[in-house]
């Protein structure tokens, strides 16, 4: 069964930093054949999505709000993917999930009905 770990989670100062990593274990299919995406919620509002990467091409998309701000890579060595975020604005504050499924479609139009997901990571911007 496809577990997903999110770390690197934590409090930043608006306009800093932080990276995300996904890392997957126990994949019934080939990891080429995976997207990963990060979706975000934060305290009563739904789950959005941010970004995604399809593994076998690097494709990556985002959403308005975070492009030019947010990145996504996959060291596939690893299993992992990243979500580098920059220029953090505290309306990024979120409970932040990785998910992973196999339908690449799902990827451009940051669907949020993946078939796994992890436990997520707090993200909290504020001064």
């Known amino acids: 069964q496809l577990q997903l770990v999110e770390s690197g989670g934590g409090l930043v100062q608006p306009g800093g930093s932080l990276r995300l990593a996904c890392t997957a274990s126990?994949?019934?299919?080939?990891?080429?054949?995976?997207?990963i995406g990060w979706f975000r919620q934060a305290p009563g509002k739904e789950r959005e999505g941010v970004s995604c990467v399809s593994i076998v091409d690097g494709s990556a998309y985002y959403a308005d709000s975070v492009k030019g701000r947010f990145t996504i890579s996959s060291d596939n060595a690893k299993n992992t993917v990243y979500l580098e975020m920059s220029t953090l604005k505290p309306e990024d504050t979120a409970v932040y999930y990785c998910?992973?499924?196999?339908?690449?479609?799902?990827?451009?139009?940051?669907?949020?009905?993946?078939?796994?997901w992890g436990q997520g990571t707090q993200v909290t911007v504020s001064s």
């Open positions: 126990g994949f019934t299919l080939d990891w080429n054949s995976y997207i």
């Open positions: 998910a992973a499924d196999w339908v690449q479609s799902m990827c451009v139009m940051l669907d949020p009905d993946f078939e796994s």
